[in-house]
């Protein structure tokens, strides 16, 4: 079985530009979630979808954050403009509806904003 | 207050010895808990599920007490393998989303 695909698996930009990451989830998985981990922290959620509608998106910034899954399928999330604090992993993961013991994560992309 | 907090660590043992690891959680709704293993640059990654009962693979104790909000993991006989960051997770509300503590590293020293 396929894991969850993350692209790019890193990128360094400078703050005030824009940036996106790109998720493919396992195949079947109607729930998605965005993940951000800042070094030393646990996974923060971000924004959490169900098919192709937001279930949660409380913890998102949403004046420089935004995600979306048009499809129900693969997702982008884009930040502009960036931060310098908006540097740190950002964790895809899927699973199966309700299913909390079914989460498998991608392998992250790593931004650092200079 | 944090929703879920664990020992700051980091834990730096010898081999075969055994470690505790707690973690507290504020929300008492809470319904599911796990704890994840993370390796350095690597993804988080189920290790096992807790259970008031009690619930053991192999080296691996984890316990729960719902009346205290208290998450515990044991790990008997520590390998140079069991060195990672050791994460205590919750899940609550109607979405079940996963709530992760920041995470206690353990270095095991041959």
């Known amino acids: 079985e396929a894991g969850v695909a993350q692209s790019p698996r890193y990128k360094i930009i400078e703050k005030r530009q824009s940036v996106a990451f790109w998720c493919n989830p396992i195949?079947?998985?109607?729930?998605l979630y965005w993940y951000q981990q800042i070094l030393g922290q646990g996974p923060k959620l971000l924004i959490q979808?169900?098919?192709?509608?937001?279930?949660?998106d409380s913890q998102l910034p949403k004046d420089r954050f935004s995600a979306e899954r048009l499809k129900g399928v693969d997702s982008t999330l884009k930040i502009q403009p960036a931060k310098l604090e908006d540097s740190a992993v950002y964790l895809c993961?899927?699973?199966?509806?309700?299913?909390?013991?079914?989460?498998?994560f991608g392998s992250g992309t790593r931004l650092t904003v200079v | 207050r944090k929703e879920v907090e664990q020992d700051p660590g980091p834990f730096n043992v010898p081999e075969g010895a055994t470690v505790a690891f707690n973690c507290t959680y504020s929300?008492?709704?809470?319904?599911?808990f796990f704890w994840y293993r993370q390796d350095c640059r690597k993804e988080p990654k189920l290790l096992m599920s807790?259970?008031?009962s009690g619930n053991e693979d192999g080296r691996f104790t984890a316990q729960l007490n719902r009346a205290s909000q208290y998450i515990s993991l044991l790990i008997r006989d520590s390998k140079l393998s069991d060195s990672a960051t050791y994460l205590c997770?919750?899940?609550?509300?109607?979405?079940?989303?996963?709530?992760f503590g920041s995470g206690t590293q353990l270095t095991v020293l041959p």
């Open positions: 993961a899927s699973s199966l509806v309700g299913d909390s013991y079914g989460y498998t």
């Open positions: 195949s079947g998985h109607a729930t």
């Open positions: 979808f169900q098919n192709n509608g937001v279930v949660d």
């Open positions: 929300n008492s709704a809470s319904q599911s």
């Open positions: 807790v259970y008031s």
């Open positions: 997770v919750v899940t609550s509300g109607s979405a079940r989303q996963l709530t």
